[in-house]
């Protein structure tokens, strides 16, 4: 294989694929990334054998072949090459040679033989979702992850077209929960998703995906089996094995019941809980909300650091309560709260509380209170 390459163009699609390395691998030729250069394209593709991301970009193509080669190692390289420069890759052998100026690197390879290749496979359901939906998909739910290892099917979002009793699906739902806050968020239902099995996209896909989301415009291309997802956008497809379990059935955990409702001003209500926190003990962040006509008390107390309080106006006309939570999760969900008022919908200072944005009816939160 020998190439000419743009260093910008092999720059930004390393980037893009060595981020799916793990730094540390069993399997040498998982460190790798395997350049394709054939029909004026160079492919990348890197794998972790649970996710793979191939991107395709323009090459002057002398030798067209294969070759495996050191992916943070590459992406290091053409980083810190000057702007503007060629880069000519070279493989014979064992060895990879990249030119580019007066520069000259000489890398080990590994056979391409042995590079995993994810099986294909048949991906049934496709449909095609704005970018912004599925931007705003994940974006609201990601913080709610779980990242404990033994619940392994809450370490993804959940995806799914809800179907109501007797009726047709109209919204994509995502579901995102930890245990001590759940996010449901919905878009409108593309084209060809009605049918789609539920299925659990793990939290690195999520993640790898939406760091690509941002250089994107237009609609992504979205194709899923019972075991698969495919993502395809531009000269990238991302193929990931999805988590192999059984979501919870989470509408449980929403209450129906609550009827003391507060309103409050989003990013007022998220500035106070921040500052009040900034007494409250490392460990457990906690906050208190004291509820009495439209005032609301917030305070956190610790033994070595003092205490806090702070009041605002809000609206709320049910019969006072106190109620406690975890600020970092307040926080987390309230920064999901894109129009100027937040909706907090509660029973009683031990049951989950409903919090929701006033003016948009497709994201709902559920957090757990703790004791304080």
């Known amino acids: 294989m020998k190439i000419t390459i743009e260093r910008a163009a092999l720059l930004r699609s390393l980037g893009h694929v060595q981020s799916v390395v793990e730094r540390r691998n069993t399997i040498p030729v998982l460190s790798n990334v395997l350049l394709r250069a054939e029909n004026s394209e160079l492919s990348l593709i890197a794998t972790d054998m649970d996710l793979e991301i191939v991107e395709s970009v323009p090459a002057e193509i002398a030798r067209p072949g294969s070759a495996t080669a050191p992916a943070h190692t590459l992406y290091d390289i053409a980083r810190k ?3 503007g420069s060629q880069v000519e890759l070279d493989a014979t052998g064992d060895v990879l040679t990249l030119r580019s100026g007066r520069s ?6 590994l056979p391409v033989d042995d590079f995993p290749q994810m099986t294909q496979g048949d991906l049934a359901h496709r449909f095609e979702l704005p970018v912004s939906a599925l931007k705003a998909l ?8 779980s990242t404990e290892e033994t619940r392994y099917y809450l370490n993804g979002i959940y995806v799914h077209a809800p179907k109501p009793k007797g009726g047709e699906g109209t919204a994509l739902r995502a579901v995102a929960t930890d245990g001590h806050r759940l996010a449901r968020v919905e ?8 049918a789609i099995p539920g299925v659990i996209v793990p939290r690195k896909t999520v993640l790898e995906v939406r760091k690509l989301l941002d250089e ?7 194709q899923l089996s019972e075991t698969k997802v495919r993502f395809a956008f531009d000269s990238i497809v991302l193929t990931s094995k999805l988590i192999d379990g059984t979501f919870p059935d989470y509408e449980r955990v929403i209450p129906a019941g609550n009827d003391k409702v507060l309103e409050v001003k989003a990013k007022e209500f998220a500035a106070a809980v921040d500052r009040v926190a900034t007494i409250s003990t490392e460990k457990s962040r906690a906050v208190k909300l004291a509820l009495g006509a439209q005032t609301l008390t917030l305070s956190a107390s610790s033994a070595d650091a003092g205490s806090a309080t702070e009041e605002l106006e809000v609206a709320y006309d049910a019969a006072p309560m106190e109620i406690g939570f975890n600020s970092r999760y307040l926080l987390d969900i309230t920064g999901q709260i894109e129009s100027d008022k937040a909706r907090f919908q509660m029973a009683d200072g031990a049951s989950p509380t409903i919090v929701s944005d006033a003016d948009d009816a497709s994201a709902l939160y559920v957090l757990m209170p703790m004791r304080v």
């Open 216 to 222: 994107v415009a237009g609609n992504i291309l979205v």
């Open 187 to 194: 878009v409108p239902l593309p084209e060809g998703a009605a």
């Open 81 to 83: 090459l000057p702007d």
């Open 138 to 145: 994940i974006d609201r739910t990601k913080f709610a992850i």
């Open 104 to 109: 000259k690197f000489q890398l080990g390879t």
